[in-house]
């Protein structure tokens, strides 16, 4: 075994052992989502049958009516299109860091002293109303500021960096983490536990600002999970920022049509990203439960039915989309390169996470609010808990973003064809297998949507 590869094993083997590790601390949950994931309210009145054939068909649809703009200086156009915005000021910024800083602050002193009931706790409603729910929407609907708003990042700007570098690929070790994160995320009760939540928020803390130390801002350009999560969504969106062009707008989901992703890690990334996000829905409806009190019934331990269904998830989704991409580089009969093909397709399936969690944390946000704001003015003693009642029409609003999303996933992989392909014939040859998995796709997230949510068995 060469030293390069001994020094990969080893390091997923501390990955793994981590990983454990921390769920191990973790414990017993309580239940997925807590107190807080009981006002998701998620069910829609339609029959199964017709929205899963309707949404399936509706994708498939768009395929066939993308396949007649073959105009490629068309194309160009409209996925080029820019408008130059003011430039943000040193200000802006300097506030953004400092709200950030406050951010961190309160849900550690919330998180450790606040109320209990999570409900009335500052930490756990900022964390995942304020934080995971609305700022990661804000990413892909508006735009990306969680690197100016990212306290670890703010704290790491004045600490001394060790410029060192890591025997393993920055985009696999967040893909592992991402996987873990949504692994405790699942299977803890931190929206239940103000306490858990807080030493949770420190170990990460102790590992950003670690990896900040070792390796200086690239830890959070390339290894943190979380940085990579809000800038892949943030290619979503209509408004971006470089420090050469600074801060345009653009028509939605063209910034997924660059080649913007380094290599295979990447694209696992964003698959896991998808996958992860089904996920979280999945584990939350009742035939999930169904099949979980089976499982667990016929032998399965519980502490390994997560983990596992997890880890199976991903590799079928990836399995699932590199197949589809082999599949259409031998119908389109070109030479290029299968890994560059899955390398140029997979920001597309950014559109598909996107208006899934749009749609599984919308209703989720908008029932919190009241209790968020109350919870902020006065995060150590705060009154009455206030939620709202979600309309039962925001769960056809909901299917609405999940076909939105696909509908742009496929417009992007339409575009990429064509940016590919010299022959109209191969980019759309070249798409038959991934609108086919762009429809398995659709169908799953529909019917997870679809679904009342009822808490996961044996957490």
């Given at each position: 075994?060469?030293?390069p590869?001994?020094?990969?094993?080893?390091?997923?083997?501390?990955v793994?052992?981590?990983?454990?590790?921390?769920?191990?601390?973790?414990?017993?949950?309580?239940?997925?989502?807590?107190?807080?994931g009981?006002?998701?309210?998620?069910?829609?009145?339609?029959p199964?049958?017709?929205?899963?054939?309707?949404?399936?068909?509706?994708?498939?649809?768009?395929?066939?009516?993308?396949?007649?703009?073959?105009?490629?200086?068309?194309?160009?156009?409209?996925?080029?299109?820019r408008?130059d915005?003011?430039?943000?000021?040193?200000?802006?910024a300097?506030?953004?860091?400092a709200?950030?800083?406050?951010?961190?602050?309160?849900?550690?002193?919330?998180?450790?002293?606040?109320?209990?009931?999570?409900?009335?706790?500052?930490?756990?409603?900022?964390?995942?109303?304020?934080?995971?729910?609305?700022?990661a929407m804000?990413?892909?609907?508006?735009?990306?500021?969680?690197?100016v708003?990212?306290?670890?990042?703010?704290?790491?700007?004045?600490?001394?960096?060790?410029?060192?570098?890591?025997?393993?690929?920055?985009?696999?070790?967040s893909?592992?983490g991402?996987?873990?994160?949504?692994?405790?995320?699942?299977?803890?009760?931190?929206?239940?536990?103000?306490?858990?939540?807080a030493?949770?928020?420190?170990?990460?803390?102790?590992?950003?600002?670690?990896?900040?130390?070792?390796?200086?801002?690239?830890?959070?350009?390339?290894?943190?999970?979380v940085?990579?999560?809000?800038?892949?969504?943030?290619?979503?969106?209509?408004?971006?920022?470089?420090?050469?062009e600074?801060?345009r707008?653009?028509?939605?989901?063209?910034?997924?049509?660059?080649?913007?992703?380094?290599?295979?890690?990447?694209?696992?990334?964003?698959?896991?990203l998808?996958?992860g996000?089904?996920?979280?829905?999945l584990?939350?409806?009742?035939?999930?439960?169904?099949?979980?009190?089976?499982a667990?019934?016929?032998?399965?331990?519980?502490?390994?039915?997560?983990p596992?269904?997890?880890?199976?998830?991903?590799?079928?989704?990836?399995?699932?989309?590199?197949?589809?991409?082999?599949?259409?580089?031998?119908?389109?009969?070109?030479?290029?390169?299968?890994?560059?093909?899955?390398?140029?397709?997979?920001?597309?399936?950014?559109?598909?996470?996107?208006?899934?969690?749009?749609?599984?944390?919308?209703?989720?946000?908008?029932?919190?609010?009241?209790?968020?704001?109350?919870?902020?003015?006065n995060?150590?003693?705060?009154?009455?808990?206030?939620?709202?009642?979600?309309?039962g029409?925001?769960?056809?609003?909901?299917?609405?973003f999940?076909?939105?999303?696909?509908?742009?996933?496929?417009?992007?992989?339409?575009?990429v064809?064509?940016?590919?392909?010299?022959?109209?014939?191969?980019?759309?040859?070249?798409?038959?297998?991934?609108?086919l998995?762009?429809?398995?796709?659709?169908?799953?997230?529909?019917?997870?949507?679809?679904?009342p949510?009822?808490?996961?068995?044996?957490?």
């Amino acid at each position: 075994m060469t030293r390069p590869r001994a020094r990969r094993l080893r390091a997923a083997a501390l990955v793994c052992s981590l990983a454990v590790a921390a769920t191990a601390a973790v414990g017993r949950a309580l239940a997925h989502g807590g107190s807080l994931g009981s006002n998701a309210g998620r069910s829609l009145a339609v029959p199964t049958w017709l929205f899963l054939s309707t949404g399936g068909a509706v994708v498939g649809a768009s395929f066939l009516l993308s396949s007649f703009a073959t105009d490629r200086a068309f194309l160009r156009r409209v996925h080029g299109w820019r408008r130059d915005l003011p430039a943000p000021s040193d200000a802006l910024a300097t506030a953004g860091r400092a709200l950030g800083l406050v951010g961190l602050a309160v849900v550690l002193v919330a998180g450790f002293v606040g109320p209990t009931e999570p409900l009335r706790n500052a930490a756990v409603l900022l964390v995942w109303a304020g934080w995971w729910a609305g700022l990661a929407m804000s990413a892909y609907l508006v735009g990306n500021a969680w690197p100016v708003l990212n306290p670890w990042r703010s704290v790491a700007r004045v600490l001394p960096s060790a410029g060192r570098d890591l025997p393993v690929s920055g985009a696999w070790l967040s893909t592992v983490g991402l996987l873990v994160l949504i692994w405790i995320e699942v299977v803890s009760p931190l929206a239940d536990a103000p306490r858990l939540l807080a030493a949770v928020v420190v170990a990460y803390s102790v590992v950003a600002l670690g990896g900040a130390l070792l390796l200086g801002d690239r830890y959070f350009a390339e290894y943190d999970p979380v940085s990579r999560v809000f800038r892949f969504y943030g290619a979503v969106a209509p408004v971006e920022y470089s420090s050469e062009e600074g801060l345009r707008l653009r028509v939605p989901g063209s910034g997924l049509e660059r080649d913007f992703l380094a290599g295979s890690g990447e694209v696992a990334f964003v698959v896991a990203l998808l996958w992860g996000t089904t996920f979280d829905g999945l584990v939350a409806t009742p035939p999930w439960g169904d099949f979980a009190r089976a499982a667990v019934g016929r032998g399965m331990p519980p502490a390994l039915l997560y983990p596992l269904a997890l880890a199976v998830g991903f590799v079928a989704f990836y399995g699932a989309y590199l197949l589809a991409v082999r599949y259409g580089v031998r119908v389109a009969e070109t030479r290029r390169d299968p890994a560059e093909l899955a390398r140029r397709f997979a920001p597309s399936l950014l559109a598909i996470a996107a208006g899934y969690h749009v749609a599984h944390y919308l209703g989720y946000f908008l029932s919190l609010v009241p209790a968020l704001a109350g919870a902020l003015a006065n995060p150590f003693a705060p009154g009455q808990a206030y939620t709202l009642v979600v309309p039962g029409w925001l769960g056809g609003l909901s299917l609405t973003f999940v076909l939105l999303g696909h509908l742009l996933a496929v417009w992007v992989a339409h575009a990429v064809a064509y940016d590919l392909f010299p022959s109209r014939l191969q980019a759309v040859r070249s798409q038959y297998a991934l609108t086919l998995v762009m429809v398995f796709y659709t169908m799953t997230s529909l019917w997870i949507v679809s679904r009342p949510y009822a808490a996961p068995p044996f957490l």
